[in-house]
């Protein structure tokens, strides 16, 4: 990750004890005892108890604020409906000029897929070809039509995609898993299988139908969840 790789390995030099290997463990709530928190962290076998005055929650779910008995509510309305997360995956040899022509040549592919959603003037091909640190969320065209044919794996309105740090090279954020609970690990590990699945769907139907993907495929795949703590000697 690039925390272990960048942030961690300048921490490490600067002498502070990193332990990444490792995750919550959620047996028992955080102790508040004489003004510092004592938590509980398990891997590799080993469970090792963390004392700190304060606890910075990067778990992304809210786990440690949850363990550490804070109040919270979880999802929207009376359903307790959470946002679909989604799998992503690393694309190589995408012909991404090839692709920027197509949304040059069919302003329709970046219309907004919602009308709770406003796409600003400007947010265009040329914008992407200006910039090659773009986000990209458009050809609502295609995907529109495919889901009208039932030929769309994927719940969602449009592409998602990051341009990658060499040419051809891009990060898709297309896939959405719907009616999950990443607070739940059965629910999670449904989850990512699922999301893997769904890019492999993609993939063949971008090969088929988006200009530019004819010839890509996916290089890398996102792993599950890693936690990784730094432990201070406080």
């Known amino acids: 990750t690039i925390f272990t790789n960048v942030v961690g390995a300048g921490l490490f030099l600067a002498g502070v004890n990193i332990v990444t290997q490792n995750t919550l463990s959620a047996s028992k709530k955080a102790k508040f005892v004489n003004k510092h928190f004592n938590e509980k962290f398990f891997g590799k076998g080993n469970e090792v108890t963390v004392k700190a005055e304060q606890f910075i929650d990067c778990t992304g779910d809210g786990d440690l604020a949850f363990i550490a008995g804070c109040n919270y ?28 022509d197509y949304v040059e040549k069919h302003p329709e592919a970046m219309r907004a897929m919602s009308p709770t959603i406003e796409t600003k003037s400007g947010y265009d091909s040329a914008y992407f070809k200006a910039d090659p640190n773009f986000v990209f969320v458009g050809m609502t065209d295609i995907f529109s039509k495919l889901k ?24 898709l954020n297309t896939t959405r898993l719907l009616n999950i609970d990443a607070t739940d690990i059965t629910s999670l590990t449904e989850a990512e ?3 893997h699945l769904q890019n492999e769907k993609l993939i063949d139907m971008l090969r088929e139908n988006v200009p530019g993907f004819e010839n890509c495929y996916i290089q890398e795949r996102n792993s599950s969840s890693e936690a990784f703590v730094p432990s201070f000697d406080l």
Do not use: F, W
């Not at 509510?73 to 920027?100: F, I, Q, W, Y």
């Not at 009208?148 to 998602?160: T, Y």
């Open 193 to 195: 299988i699922e999301g």
């Open 73 to 100: 509510s979880k999802g929207r309305g009376a359903e307790h409906e959470l946002m679909p997360p989604t799998v992503m995956c690393t694309v190589e040899n995408v012909n991404v000029d090839e692709m920027l």
């Open 148 to 171: 009208k044919e039932g030929k769309c794996p994927v719940e969602r309105g449009n592409m998602i995609a990051i341009n990658g740090l060499h040419k051809g090279q891009m990060y």
